[in-house]
């Protein structure tokens, strides 16, 4: 059976010249880049030339670079290195209601130590208003942070209107850019950015490599305490090959970024129009043109999504969901409920994300196969019968 | 995740449908949890004669209901009202531990089909059980303290398991 994956957004393919590139340091250029003699010297010239590379892509300068264990690490390192960095200014911090667990939950715990927290709301598409932010500056606000797209919903927010505004009133502004760098055009410059986070698999990097762009001049606490690796803003031994693959992969992103976007809108358009055409009562999640180049996000009404999930997986398309019985939590996504959908339909959602491997034919595929599972899981549902007869969709 | 039973039950649930003159019927669950099971039951004497189920949900909600009609049929009442979650998830050859809830609600529906029957031949309407979103518990957290139990206090409401 012939593989689809449209889930790109849980792990992307490694592309060979990243693994080409990656190879020697698993073998012969060993060295800790902290090490005076050769072995170290080598691997140090391998990361500087790495950190000129991911500069490249956003637009920043290689000294602004950071490198991490991933968009987790960079959005946790943001929030709390900021807030640490900032006390004697306020304690005040702006973001909004569908940002990332790493986000979410890293601002729980600055709230439990005293940490005030505005979450701006969203509009149906999921996207936030700039004018809110505006309104929820105080003289003791201490950073802004909204993510630059969501993958759950693939709705773009108006960064660089957020980003001047706080740039206005000189807070930092923060962005989780974790879907997009690598994927749509991200210029720390024309996104007003002072912080930035990135991830490498969005770009097909390896997985566990990430970096925090950090503006110059912007003061922000170290989150890991050690040794002076990355001007001492991060310490211990940088995961060299995490690195060399992620610099790789985005040398090839900034070259081959606009074919890849130009490949993958007429798909998921597709997907767009195609997919409610052959299922009745399937709505699009997100905004409709305001969009990540590859992501497809429904809600499929009166049926669950992990059992649409598994039904797919049996005929070899693999996908995501945001439905409570898939997440960890047990919980319906807090994106869809943040932009007004109902926990019942959410638990419907089915989340395509499409990636440069993807051919008309996979789109083919997805529309053939769907119809009929959610036919038969609708011909099992309680709910089908009952409420389609008089229940509008809002 | 899932067994190979549970697998099997899930790709060809057995007795899927309505029974329109049914006996006895039990709904439980929520949309917001994730699941809703509705049971219809024939009963001839004391026996369950037909089991038919309709469930909205997960993989393992899919199986369990199927399971749970399959132990169920041909039983009588007494031991039918015996099927417990433990059972249900021993004959599935087990389900992952935040999937044990939905073992809970196909035994639970099932019991209710058998209560409204009862109820129907005493006379009375079965009070109909109130079913919002603060009965969904949460399986993963087990604890009650929503401060405790930080990925478990929106979509479910929180609230401990039954």
């Known amino acids: ?70 968009g987790t690490e960079s959005n946790n390192w943001a929030l709390k290195g900021i807030c640490q960095a900032s006390r004697s200014r306020g304690n005040h911090l ?35 208003d700039p004018d809110d932010v505006k309104r929820a500056i105080t003289p003791r606000t201490v950073l802004v942070s909204v993510m630059h797209a969501n993958n759950e919903i693939g709705s773009i927010q108006p960064i660089a209107e957020i980003g001047r505004i706080a740039r206005e009133l000189s807070i930092p502004f923060h962005t989780d850019a974790v879907a997009t760098a690598g994927v749509i055009p991200v210029d720390v410059e024309a996104l007003n950015a002072d912080l930035l986070s990135l991830s490498a698999n969005a770009f097909y990097g390896p997985l566990g490599s990430g970096a925090l762009y950090v503006r110059k001049g912007v003061k922000i606490a170290p989150l890991l305490d050690g040794g002076i690796q990355e001007g001492g803003l991060r310490a211990g031994t940088e995961n060299v090959l995490g690195i060399v693959g992620m610099s790789k992969a985005a040398e090839i992103a900034a070259v081959e970024m606009e074919s890849r976007i130009a490949h993958l809108i007429p798909l998921r358009d597709r997907l767009i129009k195609e997919i409610p055409a052959a ?42 969901s945001g439905s409570a019985c898939i997440s960890r939590s047990l919980k319906v996504s807090h994106v869809m409920l943040a932009m007004g959908i109902d926990a019942g339909t959410a638990q419907g959602s089915l989340l395509f994300t499409l990636g440069k491997d993807n051919a008309d034919q996979d789109v083919d595929e997805v529309v053939r196969i769907l119809p009929p599972v959610v036919q038969k899981l609708r011909d099992m549902s309680p709910l089908y019968k009952k409420t389609s007869k008089f229940k509008t969709i809002t | 995740m899932y067994s190979d039973i549970v697998m099997e039950h899930f790709k060809n649930p057995r007795n899927v449908g309505e029974i329109p003159d049914a006996d006895g019927v039990g709904e439980v669950g929520n949309p917001a949890c994730g699941d809703i099971m509705a049971f219809y039951i024939k009963v001839n004497g004391n026996i369950l004669e037909d089991v038919k189920f309709k469930t909205f949900g997960c993989g393992a909600a899919i199986a369990v209901s199927s399971m749970v009609s399959e132990m169920a049929i041909g039983k009588t009442l007494e031991e039918a009202m015996q099927i417990t979650n433990n059972s249900v998830i021993e004959a599935l050859n087990g389900l992952p531990k935040k999937k044990h809830h939905c073992s809970n609600l196909g035994a639970d529906a099932l019991h209710r089909a058998i209560e409204d029957f009862r109820s129907k031949q005493q006379g009375r309407q079965m009070e109909k059980p109130v079913d919002g979103p603060e009965v969904c518990s949460c399986p993963v957290c087990d604890v009650n303290d929503p401060e405790e139990a930080p990925y478990c206090n929106t979509a479910c409401g929180h609230s401990s398991p039954k």
Do not use: C
């Open chain 1, 279 to 320: 299922i009745e009562e399937v709505e699009l999640v997100g905004h409709p043109t305001q969009r990540l180049p590859g992501n497809v996000s429904v809600v499929v009404r009166y049926v669950e999504g992990e059992s649409m999930l598994l039904f797919l997986d049996m005929e070899g398309i693999k996908i995501a």
């Open chain 1, 94 to 128: 702006i973001t909004s209601s569908v940002e990332h667990f790493s986000i979410m939950h890293a601002i729980k715990a600055l709230e439990k130590q005293g940490v005030e927290v505005t979450r701006l709301p969203v509009d149906k598409y999921g996207i936030v």
């Open chain 1, 1 to 70: 059976m012939r593989i689809i994956n449209m889930d790109h957004v849980a792990a992307s393919p490694l592309l060979p010249q990243v693994v080409d590139a990656m190879m020697p340091f698993l073998t012969e250029k060993f060295g800790n880049p902290s090490s005076m003699h050769s072995l170290g010297e080598e691997v140090t010239e391998t990361l500087d030339e790495a950190r000129g590379k991911v500069a490249a892509l956003i637009n920043a300068k290689d000294h602004e670079i950071v490198f991490t264990s991933g």
